[in-house]
């Protein structure tokens, strides 16, 4: 096919949203297209995207702090395991619901094609239970 004298074809095989136009973020923390569920090695390297390099530089901040203020060394290791450990928690549990939420949506999708359903955008009917 040609627009204006060119050759669009190689435009329209690539998805609307390629990893090219995806964040720096968005690649790093889900760089699934959300259309599949996920599998069990996805799913964990989501979570651990998720559950090591926040929470590590969260609690390097904390160790880089409590460095200038002179903290005494057993507080300094104190606070940064307490730092990386409650945020290894929390964006542990994030990252999983991320996958859960992901998974779940991927699986009603499928479930709706299989029935043959159009997606019209409406959602007003019962699809949502």
Known sequence: MTEQGR???????QPPHSQ???SLFRR????YSGEE?????????VILAWAIPIPLSM???????????????????????LA???????????????VSMNNRSAYLRQERKARGVRSTGNTSNHQWR
């Open 59 to 81: 609690s390097l901040c904390t160790v880089a702090l409590s460095a200038l203020l002179t903290a005494i060394t057993y507080k300094t290791v104190l606070l940064f395991v």
């Open 84 to 98: 990386f450990l409650s945020g290894l928690l929390l964006f542990g549990s994030l990252g999983w619901l991320i």
């Open 7 to 13: 050759n669009v074809s190689k435009f329209m095989e």
């Open 20 to 22: 090219r136009s995806q």
């Open 28 to 31: 790093l923390l889900f760089p």
């Open 37 to 45: 569920p996920l599998t069990l090695r996805q799913s964990l390297r």
